[in-house]
Antibody
Framework: QVQLQESGPGLVKPSGTLSLSCNVS?????????WTWVRQPPGQGLEWIGE???????NYNPSLKSRVTISLDKSPNQFSLKLTSVTAADTAFYFCAKVDQSKFRNLHSWGQGILVTVSS | DIQMTQSPSSLSASIGDRVTITCRASQSISNYLNWYQQKPGKAPNLLIYASSSLHNGVPSRFSGSGSGTDFTLTITSLQPEDFATYYC????????FGPGTKVDIK
């Protein structure tokens, strides 16, 4: 059973960089699946941020592409999210999840989420 | 970019009601359509993948249908634990979510 856990600062200053990690257990990020980040502003809907593959290839939401980087940290089986030039609009719960490539790329394993607030 | 819409944005229903939520993609996504249920303060839970395949452990009162651009999630005989927000997601190109449908108690 794969488990994911987000970690990182809960408070980031405006114009700063949001950096989060997702620790994966019960599966290898070097396997045949993609790994993704999704966010949700408080009281609002879900927004797909992007995803990364074992090769390091990444795809991003066009609306965030200029500011976002998702990468692999193979030791110890983590992947990360960096979002630059943040504003209050980036305040959200951030979730990491596994993309099940064998079942139409569904997201059946999620972390519990971490709230990141952008404020001075 | 593929845009996803859902209707209605919210609905009120009673225990035992049949509930139908629709999702539309701005272009064909074949059957690369997933449905999730989310309760406050929790991560989303996968209900349906590939438009109509029930995820492990999901009650059979949930069903999905559709292909191309138009999809439906149906809950037969709504139960108390089903009051939540439901999201569709296309997985044909990236992972865009619909705006959600909140189901609350009438």
């Amino acid at each position: 059973q794969v488990q994911l856990q987000e970690s990182g600062p809960g408070l980031v200053k405006p114009s700063g960089t949001l950096s989060l990690s997702c620790n994966v257990s019960g599966d290898s990020i070097s396997g045949g699946n993609w790994w993704t980040w999704v966010r949700q502003p408080p009281g609002q809907g879900l927004e797909w941020i992007g995803e990364v593959y074992r090769t390091g290839t990444a795809n991003y939401n066009p609306s965030l592409k200029s500011r976002v980087t998702i990468s692999l940290d193979k030791s110890p089986n983590q992947f990360s999210l960096k979002l630059t030039s943040v504003t209050a609009a980036d305040t959200a719960f951030y979730f990491c999840a596994k993309v099940d490539q064998s079942k139409f790329r569904n997201l059946h394993s999620w972390g519990q989420g971490i709230l990141v607030t952008v404020s001075s | 970019d593929i845009q996803m819409t859902q209707s209605p944005s919210s609905l009120s229903a009673s225990i035992g009601d049949r509930v139908t939520i629709t999702c539309r993609a701005s272009q064909s996504i074949s059957n690369y359509l997933n449905w999730y249920q989310q309760k406050p303060g929790k991560a989303p839970n996968l209900l349906i993948y590939a438009s109509s395949s029930l995820h492990n452990g999901v009650p059979s009162r949930f069903s999905g249908s559709g292909s191309g651009t138009d999809f439906t999630l149906t809950i037969t005989s709504l139960q108390p634990e089903d009051f939540a927000t439901y999201y569709c997601q296309e997985s044909f190109t990236s992972g865009t979510f619909g705006p959600g449908t909140k189901v609350d108690i009438k």
